[in-house]
């Protein structure tokens, strides 16, 4: 019998608002049981540090110009890392074996193989005393992938440990929406296939006091404004995604621009639309003649008006992941938990078919507590 592992995973996304955390007990094959998720809000000042920063860096020279501001950041991002984990440590009976510390991902270009993430993975585990799997996606550029998306893996142990019936679809939408889908003749396959919520957020962050737009209520009471729209069709156009397995929020963020002068309730709407409408394409061509299911995950599935027009388009009623009695907040956190054991364990995190890597490989860095 494999060695079961208690994990810790801590994800924050690209909502920026604070930390998921996971306590998983699994193999890193086919076992996994949730002991424990959690969530931990940022400060304010911290939130806006982390939006103004990546509002900054919008490619590679960005990122050395804001290098002194990048550490200092990065050292507040671990040590409120640290404290989390201190206080989970305090109420748990049984020892921790892993923390997969995924950090707060700042940049990520998949053309030129670019991916950034604060944290620092040797301080995390001098504070903590604890083994820490950090820097999850540079081996995996390394090796030719995009470093993104790292779920697939997880995902796969989900639909395994669930008996869904295959085939299934997978649809993560958060900043950016991914996509897996299982197949019972062939492997995994998963990639980006579009924005989430990072359009309605940032429409949201720039013209009101909220981070989002609750159920997309206020997109549905606004009128889709159909020459800005196909502004931003003609923008996504020339973007040069087709082939590219990840993507970023900042691919997409300059298209705002296009947005300026309409109501806060048009420009949400227009933005709900165009987002809807790019997902429903990509899912509609890449699915087979029939899926047994359509699983949503991620932050975005919490947009009913979002999901209602998403279904209208393609035509398909989406289950929510948490129908399954998987807590869909903490599907991330619970995967980092996971890969982290996987890494220590020298298993592949990611696949051709996940990240267009050459081959299977692992991922991360191992930093041993002695």
């Not at 990520?108 to 504070?127: C, E, F, N, P, V």
């Not at 889709?224 to 931003?232: A, P, T």
Request: hydrophobic fraction near 35%; glycine fraction near 8%.
């Amino acid at each position: 019998m494999s060695k079961k592992f208690y994990s810790l995973g801590l994800m924050s996304g690209t909502s920026m608002d604070g930390i998921d955390v996971s306590i998983i007990q699994s193999d890193g094959k086919t076992t996994y049981k949730v002991i424990l998720d959690r969530y931990f809000k940022y400060s304010k000042s911290l939130y806006i540090d982390l939006v103004n920063l990546r509002d900054k860096i919008k490619n590679f020279n960005d990122l050395k110009k804001n290098e002194n501001e990048i550490k200092i950041i990065e050292n507040k991002i671990t040590l409120f890392h640290a404290n989390v984990v201190k206080k989970l440590l305090k109420v748990i009976k049984f020892k921790i074996n892993l923390i997969g510390f995924h950090g707060q991902t700042i940049f990520h270009d998949s053309k030129r193989k670019i991916s950034k993430q604060l944290g620092d993975g040797r301080l995390l585990s001098k504070i903590t005393k604890k083994n820490v799997v950090y820097d999850f996606r540079q081996n995996d550029i390394r090796n030719g992938g995009e470093g993104a998306p790292l779920t697939p893996v997880f995902h796969k142990l989900l639909i395994s440990k669930y008996k869904l019936k295959l085939p299934t679809l997978i649809i993560n939408i958060g900043g950016i929406t991914n996509v897996t889908w299982s197949k019972p003749e062939s492997k995994i396959i998963s990639y980006d296939i579009g924005p989430g919520n990072c359009l309605i957020d940032k429409w949201m962050r720039i013209n009101t006091k909220k981070k989002y737009d609750k159920l997309g209520s206020l997109a549905k009471k606004g009128t889709v404004n159909k020459g800005r729209l196909q502004y931003l069709y003609n923008y996504y156009n020339k973007m040069g995604l087709k082939n590219l397995y990840s993507y970023d929020v900042s691919d997409f963020n300059a298209q705002i621009k296009y947005l300026k002068g309409l109501s806060l309730k048009d420009g949400a709407a227009t933005l709900n639309e165009y987002t809807t409408e790019i997902l429903s394409k990509k899912i509609i061509s890449s699915r087979p003649l029939f899926f047994a299911n359509i699983i949503l995950s991620g932050g975005g599935r919490k947009n009913k008006f979002l999901i209602k027009t998403l279904e209208k388009k393609i035509k398909f009623q989406l289950k929510l992941i948490d129908e399954y009695k998987i807590n869909g907040d903490f599907v991330e956190s619970q995967a980092f938990a996971y890969l982290a054991i996987r890494s220590y364990l020298k298993l592949p995190i990611s696949f051709p078919e996940t990240t267009n890597v050459k081959k299977p490989c692992t991922g991360g860095v191992l930093v041993k507590y002695n």
